[in-house]
């Protein structure tokens, strides 16, 4: 039963659109369902403040104990079970403050001094994204391993490399592998990017204009885990838009990676190449052809992620040649943004699964049509003897044309980077040295504090 009941409930900010209007519907769009995901973050976006207004006297330091307890009740409901917003509220911001107010009535009613719903929902993103992207480094280091032991066990094994789709030169499953580890390694980089892009507290800014208030937003900083302050409030929300895109730029480059992968992996697998195996675990079969082994899995994962890399294009143009402040168009970022999230996560986890069912073949290299992957071996064999590369380079081209090239013996590759020395332990160093950088825990161990009541 309500306690303290608001007046025009649908329309806490001071709008005239009511809940049973048509256009309700087209101004709160699919807001309702993306909100239940930002329920934590907004509850402890707020919580923050709540402390903030009790420490600058804005708020009593009664009415502010009594918000922050009962904040703390509804994280830990908003963080163990699905949050259902009702029709009649525009998001969760304003349902959260109706919770509130429904039960400490005038104390609820003060939450919201010292801020504009514009710098509540671009902090809400904001801790949302941060644990996002920390939700996605455990998988992405998953699939770092895999690709890392796959290649140590087939560093020995060879496999032709292609250029243009033609057999070109000598490469290994070895090197194979670990190039998508080194190029998850430079994901790693986009997703640091992301993160101190987003880790900027964007809190006390209001509507972009400051707040006549003597807000602290130096304390909601530090109580909430940010490692940076957003000082100009015009930037900080023109910043909404270009930090959600760098957001899904870092998406992008981790599906450009998947989806790479995977292209491999179809092609590889189909009899003409013959490389891998896969098991039938992570393959479908044909409705009429018996003999078929369809790699679905990895063709779905190709498709996701080549999706995927669209997003910082869609990103783009929402918030195209808006002029500076906020607009409602940046509302609409939500719905691309926080899916895609989601489909990345499910395609890491799929990408992991797949490479756990992957059998190298062996001997491939033997076969007759391969032979011609050795003449830059050859040539570079004459240069060493003493040959120009030119002349070298003529001779063989003259054996492979007349059908009487001979591959030479095998040649030994020392050279960092080559089939002889992969350097799996450089690119190990490579891509920790880069995630810890991140300060992921910074963030978590903060709101964790928060949220315990021990700040």
């Known amino acids: 039963m309500q306690k303290y009941p608001l007046k025009n409930k649908s329309c806490l900010w001071g709008g005239q659109v009511q809940s049973d ?14 909100d239940q995901k930002l329920f934590w973050a907004d509850i402890a976006g707020t919580t923050a403040h709540i402390k903030m207004l009790g420490k600058s006297s804005i708020m009593s330091a009664e009415e502010s104990n009594q918000c922050i307890a009962l904040l703390c009740k509804l994280y830990k409901k908003a963080t163990t079970e699905p949050i259902h917003i009702p029709e009649t509220y525009e998001d969760i911001h304003s349902y959260l ?19 504009s719903r514009n710098d509540q929902v671009l902090l809400a993103v904001r801790l949302f994204l941060r644990r996002e992207l920390f939700k996605l480094s455990a998988p992405i280091t998953r699939v770092f391993h895999l690709l890392s032991e796959l290649a140590e066990q087939t560093m020995a094994l060879p496999m032709p ?18 190039c998508f580890a080194e190029s998850l390694a430079d994901d790693v980089l986009a997703l640091e990017y992301a993160y101190a892009s987003i880790n900027q507290n964007p809190l006390g800014t209001a ?39 760098s957001v899904a730029v870092a998406i992008s480059s981790i599906a450009a990676t998947l989806s790479k992968l995977a292209n491999d992996i179809c092609l590889y697998s189909g009899q003409d190449y013959g490389f891998i195996h896969l098991d039938e675990e992570v393959c479908t079969g044909s409705s009429i052809m018996p003999h078929k082994k369809n790699p679905d899995l990895a063709e779905l994962i190709r498709g996701h992620c080549n999706v995927l890399q669209n997003l910082p294009n869609t990103i783009t143009l929402l ?14 970022i939500k719905a691309s943004l926080f899916p895609a999230l ?52 003529q001779t063989i081209a003259a054996k492979v044309k007349t059908e009487s090239f001979m591959p030479p013996p095998h040649q ?44």
């Open 412 to 455: 030994t590759h020392s050279h960092t980077g080559s089939m002889g020395k992969p350097d799996l332990q450089g690119l190990k160093k490579k891509f920790f040295s880069r995630l810890e950088k991140i300060p992921f825990h910074e963030g978590e161990q903060a709101i964790e504090r928060l949220m315990n009541n021990q700040t």
């Open 207 to 245: 509507a972009g204009y400051g707040s006549s208030f003597r807000v602290n937003r130096e304390l909601t900083s530090g109580l909430l885990g940010f490692r940076e302050l957003h000082i100009n409030p015009i930037y900080a929300q023109m910043s909404r838009g270009r930090s959600e895109k």
């Open 97 to 115: 403050e109706f919770l509130l107010t429904n039960e400490l009535g005038t104390a609820g009613e003060r939450i919201h001094a010292g801020r």
């Open 319 to 332: 918030a195209l040649n808006l002029p500076t402040g906020y607009h409602r168009d940046m509302q609409l």
């Open 21 to 34: 209007k048509p256009q309700w519907g087209f101004l709160t769009a699919s807001d309702r369902l993306h």
């Open 161 to 178: 490399g292609y250029t243009h789709m033609q057999v070109a030169m000598p490469s290994s499953f070895g090197l194979w592998f670990s």
């Open 342 to 393: 989601d489909n990345l996560l499910e395609c890491l986890l799929m990408t992991e699964l797949l490479l756990k069912h992957i059998t190298v073949a062996d001997k491939v290299s033997g076969h007759e049509k391969y032979k011609n992957i050795y003449t830059v071996e050859a040539v570079n064999m004459l240069v060493k003897e003493g040959m120009t590369f030119r002349k070298a380079y």
